[in-house]
């Protein structure tokens, strides 16, 4: 066979080939769902050559500075949402308008008005300088818990801070609590003591998704639900929809709406607000798949994907209203 005769009869068997689209959305959603994983494992990793290495636990104290005293990252830090939208981390203002903060990384929250953001493994906007060697962290709006490379576990509650080095990964963080986890199964710490949940059959352990603490709410996502359990390890309700979702600031609402894959499942759009108290849900209209979302001084953002687009939603009990709309699928809120 020759060149020209292999070269046309390779043409006839790609051309008889029908190569099935790509469908961005659930592509977006997967790829978004194996980086938590990827994230929650490193963490995992490095928390268990930590325990290898320290094999103690000792409580030791670490203070922050005071958050009088931190800068401000840029003038547009203290309004809007942020988002990160080609890599960079940008404020949303008012009509959809942006403002570059100069930063780059995973926006975390505020903390006394200031952007907190995990770049890498530094902690930006905690203090005048930034906190090196940060594994992970949550951000409330009274302080920061985060754990380092080398197991510090860092709590700044309404309690009062404390500090722990020991064997646990954290999972979560709030005002009142946080959660870690070390190698059986999670821990609720709280102002009243250390709660064990048990989210497996039979002492199966559990592969969990994502954590999620605020007031006295934590919840849990994993193997496509949702379980919503209380400071004291008591679970409230469960297993629930809505994989994709956020919890207030509070912790009496979350918020979920269907991505893709549920979407492709059979589940309804829309968002639904979750009471974790009575247990009772409101429905909003909401046509796109969802992305991600995220609470912002008590507003709920939505980012949904659709027609090629990506859309930033600020939504409330009653409706959903489009804040911002960019081409293609570079605008996240993490």
């Not at 981390?89 to 926006?107: F, H, N």
């Not at 893709?260 to 309804?268: C, I, W």
């Amino acid at each position: 066979m020759t060149p020209t005769d292999l070269r046309e009869s390779l043409t006839e068997i790609r051309d008889a080939v029908a190569v099935p689209p790509v469908d961005v959305v659930r592509f977006d959603d997967r790829v978004r769902h194996h980086r938590r994983l990827l994230r929650a494992r490193r963490t995992v990793a490095a928390a268990s050559a930590i325990a290898a290495v320290a094999g103690v636990v000792a409580v030791v104290p670490h203070v922050l500075p005071r958050p009088e005293s931190i800068p401000v990252a840029s003038e547009g830090s203290a309004v809007g949402v942020p988002v990160v939208l080609d890599g960079r981390v940008q404020e949303v203002g008012p009509g959809g308008s942006l403002t570059d903060t100069g930063l780059s990384g995973r926006p975390l929250g505020r903390l006394a008005g200031r952007l907190v953001v995990l770049d890498g493994h530094r902690l930006l906007g905690v203090g005048d300088a930034p906190i090196e060697d940060v594994v992970t962290a949550y951000v409330d709006p009274t302080g920061v818990t985060y754990q380092t490379t080398d197991g510090l576990i860092v709590f700044t509650g309404e309690h009062g801070q404390r500090s722990a080095q020991g064997p646990g990964t954290l999972l979560a963080g709030s005002a009142t609590l946080y959660v870690d986890d070390e190698g059986h199964g999670p821990l609720i710490h709280a102002a009243d003591g250390i709660h064990p949940v048990d989210l497996g059959s039979d002492g199966t352990r559990v592969e969990l998704d994502r954590v999620e603490a605020a007031g006295l709410t934590v919840v849990f996502v994993h193997d496509g639900q949702v379980e919503v359990y209380g400071a004291d390890g008591e679970r409230r309700d469960g297993p629930l929809g809505g994989t994709t979702g956020a919890l207030s600031a509070d912790g009496t609402t979350y918020a979920y709406a269907p991505d893709g894959d549920e979407l492709a499942n059979g589940m309804a759009a829309g968002l639904t607000f979750y009471d974790t108290r009575s247990s009772e849900v409101r429905r909003v209209p909401l046509a796109d798949a969802a992305v991600d979302l995220a609470w912002y001084d008590g507003d709920l953002y939505v980012l949904t994907q659709g027609n090629g687009e990506r859309a930033l939603w600020r939504c409330d009990t009653d409706a959903c209203d489009r804040v911002l709309t960019a081409p293609g699928s570079t605008l996240s809120l993490e």
